[in-house]
């Protein structure tokens, strides 16, 4: 398994499946990991098990729909690629008409069949949770590690691999669904009764989800596993930007914003940015969750306007509010 550095920063550390990390005011801890549920801040890495370093290797595109194909790997439990849904979810208002996002699974956490980094068992993980929450202004509740831990992180990324089969767009925002679970709701996401309610609510046909769960999906995800060891990913998230000429630029781990948006100029200097409304109602409309960091990024709105402009929207009665130890959710109200 691959090393994964432990820091502490002045005010956290930073944590579960891939991190990659900003600038911050940290000092180093001398330990050092080989689990794959700490992450190294510095880096914003979360490197899975198993393998050795590698240079990444050469993609083999197909046509793209668009100039600028982005391969997505990540995990359903991987704590930096919830971090990095403020920027993912700008990338796509801004660029989304010429950036196509497939999205690919990773496999962070196959088992608990190890014993490093000072991470022998699930609730060793959850404080470091709670403190990477801090790192990304995204909120995460860690006692799922004690209330109720995943044995692995396979069954929600096949789970994933099968929403794929019956609607791409339903597919991810299914995923934000088990993210929300997990993160914010303290739900093991591994087991099928959660999976099964966030397929409902984003209106995946269940029944046939359960049949590709067991079928084709695990074939889809095995083949995941497969193209990014040949890929030579070696933690999450992991972004390739490439073009039909074969160009491409990688974004290892979790950045500010501008990092994805110069590797889509990279491979394609032309690209153009779409204008968006910011209001409240049409950001919304389109992403019906937002925690204040999300809607401080998307609307261009200060970090503590935002939570105070959400509380207010929340107190009239337009959204309702999820609180959690770490942070709050904001959902547009169903009528």
Known sequence: MLNCRILTFLFITAALSSCNGQNARSKKMENK????????????????????????????VKVNEKPVKVIYFTDPICSSCWGIEPQLRKLKLEYGNNVEVEYRMGGLLPDWSYNSGG????????H??????????????????????????????????????????????????????????????????????????????????????????????????????EMGVRGFPTMFFTNDAGNKEIVYGSKPYAFYETAILKVNPETKKSEYSKNWENLFAKYSSLTAKEYSELSGTPRRESEQLLNDLSAKGNLD????????????KSN
């Open 33 to 60: 990991s080989t689990n794959p549920l700490l992450c190294d801040p510095a880096t914003g890495i979360c490197e899975v098990p198993g393998g050795e370093k590698t240079e990444i290797g050469n993609i083999s």
């Open 119 to 126: 991470i022998s068992k699930p609730s060793d993980v959850a």
């Open 128 to 229: 470091h949770w709670d403190e990477v929450s801090l790192y990304y202004d995204m909120p995460i509740d860690g006692d799922v590690w004690l209330q109720d831990p995943l044995d692995s992180s396979y069954p929600p990324s096949i789970a994933f691999k099968a929403a794929q089969m019956q609607d791409k767009k339903k597919a991810i925002e299914f995923m934000r669904e088990l993210r929300e679970m997990v993160f914010l709701k303290k739900k093991n996401i591994a087991k099928w009764e959660h999976i099964a309610a966030a397929a409902k609510k984003t209106g995946l046909d269940t029944e046939q989800l359960k049949k590709d769960f067991y079928g084709k999906g695990k074939e889809l995800f095995q083949e995941d596993l497969k193209l990014a060891r």
């Open 321 to 332: 509010k999820l609180t959690t130890k770490n942070g709050s959710l904001w959902t547009l």
